[in-house]
């Protein structure tokens, strides 16, 4: 049973696009996005709405309407990826765990610096939608759904969900000795490494390739 969730609860938004990417980006979603930074901020009194925005970055397969194949040949007729960067704000309900999001995204390719990630700018989009974060806000289960619409270079909306996976550990030792494992001599003892949960339950390590200097991110998935 997952008794601690190490990151907030954190929420937003998609894409981004290059053109060579790591063969695990092509996973069954349709896209695959990781949360770099977020600010956050609690408004209101009697139902507090817990207001953030986010960078994220991440691949798209080839083909979806985040990769359009004709997009992707006058770039790199070789590449099976692309490379997406997205803003995306949210503002849900404490006391529902519902609200809703929107946000901006780019595909970019290589430009000015190879050895960086994807910087130059080959199309633009938006996306809106609404977020159900309930089981993470109210019961602590370290994920949320969203429902959305996305449009690239003012083309036509494309319906899409997405599944976000906030990184979480669990206690190695019982729980009323956690607080003294902790303030012991071995912390790093006490508590799993961080770690995502799979649709069915069962949980998979975040990998060194998904954390950002260091910290796990949270995972977005999209599928068309």
Same mark, same amino acid.
């Not at 949320?144 to 030792?173: C, S």
């Given at each position: 049973?997952?008794?601690?969730? =190490?990151?907030?609860?954190?929420?937003?938004?998609?894409?981004?696009?290059?053109?060579?990417?790591?063969?695990?980006?092509?996973?069954?979603?349709?896209?695959?996005?990781?949360?770099?930074?977020?600010?956050?901020?609690?408004?209101?009194?009697?139902?507090?709405?817990?207001?953030?925005?986010?960078?994220?970055?991440?691949?798209?397969?080839?083909?979806?309407?985040?990769?359009?194949?004709?997009?992707?040949?006058?770039?790199?007729?070789?590449?099976?990826?692309?490379?997406?960067?997205?803003?995306?704000?949210?503002?849900?309900?404490?006391?529902?765990?519902?609200?809703?999001?929107?946000?901006?995204?780019?595909?970019?390719?290589?430009?000015?610096?190879?050895?960086?990630?994807?910087?130059?700018? *080959?199309? =633009?989009?938006?996306?809106?939608?609404?977020?159900?974060?309930?089981?993470?806000?109210?019961?602590?289960?370290?994920?949320?759904?969203?429902?959305?619409?996305?449009?690239?270079?003012?083309?036509?909306?494309?319906?899409?969900?997405?599944?976000? =996976?906030?990184?979480?550990?669990?206690?190695? *030792?019982?729980?009323?000795?956690?607080?003294?494992?902790?303030?012991?001599?071995?912390?790093?003892?006490?508590?799993?490494?961080?770690?995502?949960?799979?649709?069915?339950?069962?949980?998979?390590?975040?990998?060194?390739?998904?954390?950002?200097?260091?910290?796990?991110?949270?995972?977005?998935?999209?599928?068309?």
């Amino acid at each position: 049973m997952i008794t601690q969730i =190490r990151a907030a609860v954190i929420l937003l938004l998609l894409f981004a696009v290059g053109l060579a990417a790591p063969g695990y980006a092509v996973a069954e979603p349709g896209a695959k996005l990781y949360e770099l930074t977020e600010n956050m901020s609690l408004k209101g009194k009697n139902n507090v709405f817990r207001r953030a925005t986010s960078e994220l970055a991440g691949f798209a397969k080839l083909g979806t309407p985040l990769c359009p194949e004709e997009l992707v040949k006058q770039f790199n007729p070789d590449a099976t990826f692309c490379f997406l960067n997205a803003t995306g704000s949210d503002n849900i309900s404490l006391r529902t765990g519902l609200g809703t999001f929107n946000g901006t995204f780019t595909v970019v390719v290589q430009g000015d610096n190879a050895v960086d990630s994807p910087e130059l700018v *080959v199309a =633009r989009g938006n996306f809106d939608g609404l977020m159900d974060f309930s089981p993470a806000i109210l019961r602590m289960t370290p994920f949320g759904t969203v429902k959305g619409h996305l449009t690239l270079d003012g083309g036509n909306a494309t319906p899409f969900t997405g599944i976000f =996976r906030l990184p979480f550990v669990v206690p190695l *030792v019982l729980e009323a000795d956690l607080r003294a494992c902790l303030a012991g001599s071995n912390p790093e003892t006490c508590l799993s490494p961080a770690l995502y949960l799979n649709d069915d339950g069962s949980t998979a390590l975040v990998r060194e390739d998904e954390k950002a200097l260091g910290y796990p991110t949270v995972r977005f998935e999209i599928s068309f």
